[in-house]
């Protein structure tokens, strides 16, 4: 969450900070429509002092209540969502929600791909010559991620590091075993990366490659990527579990040119969605300057 708020105060530009509103803990357990949008959920509220115009940027479904109610305290908050609050939506002057999510407000706007703060690597001449990214996700509540799954994985990538240097980066979904075995087959020709939690250096990973595989399940994985002008393959597995919302996002990718599906024999491509940045950026800015808050 924290990720996808810096990285689009980054894009408009904002100089910003973090804070930290702390949850009373019998609101926290609450399902968010049940939660009160007013102060007293709020335990450190008054550690925040507001005095001039601010734009708030908040999201997922735990901070929907905590905005609401700082715009209540203070008027002069140009409060913006990220993700589908799921509920109170007119009680924010701007949500930015994935085009999937189907959110046609006159204060929404969709994205294509999920917004983050991943720092990339922009001297073109640092390419890691033969080298590719192979970028596991794992169990959700949507995929199993079984034994068949981990070995097609750990198979496809003995296959590719017959061809290209294969730099293996888990994520915190990915099965211990899995990570376990990859390891003890001390594969030729790869590595793998751990504790790619650091912005700049996962950046550099991603941007340094010839090409990205991405597991097909993780939305953010697959942004993160795209992000970083290498071309993206996604990677495919339990077909019939997969969600209409993603089908329809691999669909725009696709038509889009941003990502390809993956092949054993995939052939490395460029892409670019400085296009898609510019005008996000653009519509954002134009709903700020236009809101009262801004113009008084």
Excluded at 4 to 16: F, R, T
Excluded at 33 to 53: F, G, H, V
Excluded at 238 to 259: A, C, G, R, T, V
């Amino acid at each position: 969450m924290k990720s996808q708020i810096e990285g689009l105060a980054n894009l408009i530009g904002y100089k910003y900070r973090n804070i930290d509103l702390k949850i009373n803990y019998l609101f926290k357990v609450l399902p968010v429509q049940l939660i009160p949008s007013n102060t007293l959920i709020i335990k450190n509220i008054d550690d925040y002092q507001i005095s001039k115009p601010t734009v708030l940027i908040s999201c997922g479904k735990k901070s929907v209540k905590a905005s609401i109610a700082l715009k209540k305290k203070y008027k002069n908050i140009f409060n913006i969502h990220i993700q589908d609050p799921k509920t109170c939506y007119k009680f924010f002057d701007l949500i930015i929600a994935p085009k999937h999510d189907n959110l046609n407000l006159s204060n929404s706007l969709a994205t294509t791909f999920a917004i983050h703060n991943i720092k990339f690597e922009k001297n073109k001449n640092i390419k890691q010559k033969n080298t590719i990214n192979f970028i596991i996700g794992g169990k959700s509540k949507n995929f199993k991620f079984d034994k068949t799954v981990q070995e097609k994985i750990l198979n496809d990538i003995k296959i590719l590091s017959q061809k290209y240097f294969v730099q293996i980066i888990p994520s915190r979904r990915t099965p211990r075993i899995l990570i376990e075995k990859i390891k003890n087959n001390k594969i030729s020709n790869t590595d793998i990366l751990i504790n790619t939690n650091d912005p700049v250096k996962y950046g550099q990973f991603l941007s340094q490659s010839i090409a990205n595989i991405v597991t097909w399940e993780s939305i953010s994985m697959i942004s993160e990527s795209i992000y970083s002008g290498v071309g993206t393959f996604i990677y495919p597995f339990e077909k019939e579990s997969l969600p209409k919302k993603y089908k329809n996002f691999h669909k725009d990718l696709m038509e889009k040119k941003y990502i390809k599906n993956f092949s054993i024999n995939l052939t490395p491509f460029k892409t670019s969605i400085n296009e898609d940045l510019s005008e996000l950026k653009n519509n954002i800015l134009y709903k700020i300057n236009q809101s009262p808050i801004f113009n008084t």
